[in-house]
C-alpha cells in the first residue's frame, strides 16, 4: 500500500507514523493479557508492568499526534496518505483508552486479591479477554497489511465479545442473588468485564478506520453486510498522486 515517494523525508515519516502506532498497540495488548492474568493468576507483580506500559501508551499517543501534525502542516498529504494520518488520529484514542481500560482492571484484580487470602473469581474472564485480545491483534495485522477483508471480520467478530458480556452478567447477577456475601466481588468482575466489552469496541472501531483508510469509504453504522460488501469490493484507485504532483508539496 505504501508506496515510494519523491521526498525520502516524506516516506520515512510515514513510515515512523505507522511503525510507532503498532509499537503502542503491541503495548496495549501486552496490557489486556497481564491484567486478566492477574486475576487468574493471583501475581499482582503483573499490575506494575501494566502501569509502566500505561505510561509508555500515553507518551507514544503524543510523540504519534506530533508526527502527524508536523506531516500535515509541511507536506499537504491528499488521497490515502490523509486517510491514513487521519485514521491514525482516531484509532490512537482507541488505543489510548483501551490502555486506560486495561490499567483500570488490573488495578481491580490486585485490589481483589489483596482483599482475601485466596481470592478465587466466582467467574472466569480469560475466554473473554481472549477474544479481546485476538480482535485487537487482528485489527492491528489488518492495519499493518492494509487488508479491509481482515478487518471486516474483526468487525463481525465483536457480537461475539458483546454475547460473552451478556453472558459474565447473567453469571455474576445469579451468584448474587444466590449468594450475597458475593455481591461485592462480583460488582468488581462485572466493572472489568465492561472494560474488556469497550476495548472490544474499541478495536471495532479500528477496523473501520482501516476499511475507510484502504476503501475510501466511511463504514461506521451501516451494518456489518455492508461492511463486509465495502471491505471486499477491490481498493479504489485514490493511492498515491503523481510523482510530478508530490513533488510539489514533498520537501526538497
Known amino acids: 500500500m505504501i508506496e515510494q515517494h519523491t521526498s525520502t523525508r516524506y516516506g520515512e515519516s510515514l513510515e515512523q507514523i505507522r511503525s510507532q502506532f503498532l509499537r503502542m498497540g503491541g503495548l496495549v495488548e501486552s496490557m489486556i493479557n497481564d491484567a486478566v492474568e492477574t486475576l487468574s493468576s493471583g501475581n ?3 499490575v506494575e508492568r501494566v502501569m509502566e506500559y500505561e505510561i509508555e501508551v500515553n507518551n507514544l499517543e503524543v510523540e504519534i499526534d506530533s ?3 508536523q506531516v500535515i502542516a509541511r507536506q499537504q498529504p491528499a488521497a490515502i496518505d490523509l486517510r491514513l494520518l487521519l485514521s491514525v488520529t482516531k484509532m490512537l484514542t482507541d ?11 488490573a488495578r481491580t484484580a490486585r485490589r481483589l486479591i489483596e482483599q482475601q487470602a485466596r481470592f478465587e473469581p466466582i467467574v472466569d474472564l480469560s475466554y473473554m479477554g ?7 491483534h487482528d485489527v492491528l495485522d489488518a492495519f499493518a497489511r492494509f487488508d479491509p477483508i481482515a478487518a471486516a471480520e474483526v468487525v463481525r467478530r465483536d457480537k461475539k ?3 460473552e458480556w451478556r453472558s459474565v452478567l447473567r453469571e455474576t447477577s445469579s451468584f ?7 455481591i461485592s466481588s462480583a460488582i468488581d468482575l462485572m466493572f ?4 474488556l466489552e469497550r476495548i472490544g469496541d474499541h478495536a471495532k472501531n479500528m477496523a473501520e478506520r482501516v476499511i475507510y483508510t484502504v476503501q475510501g469509504e466511511d463504514v461506521r453504522h451501516t451494518g456489518n453486510k455492508n461492511v463486509l460488501k465495502v471491505a471486499s469490493r477491490d481498493s479504489i484507485n485514490t493511492s ?3 510523482q510530478e504532483e508530490e513533488g510539489d508539496s514533498a520537501e526538497s
Open 95 to 105: 488505543l489510548e483508552r483501551s490502555g486506560d481500560e486495561s490499567e483500570k482492571m
Open 44 to 46: 499482582t507483580a503483573l
Open 176 to 182: 448474587m442473588i444466590e449468594d450475597p456475601r458475593t
Open 161 to 163: 465479545i458483546n454475547k
Open 240 to 242: 498515491y498522486e503523481t
Open 67 to 69: 508526527l502527524i501534525t
Open 192 to 195: 472489568m468485564a465492561r472494560s
Open 130 to 136: 481472549s477474544l479481546v485480545v485476538k480482535n485487537l
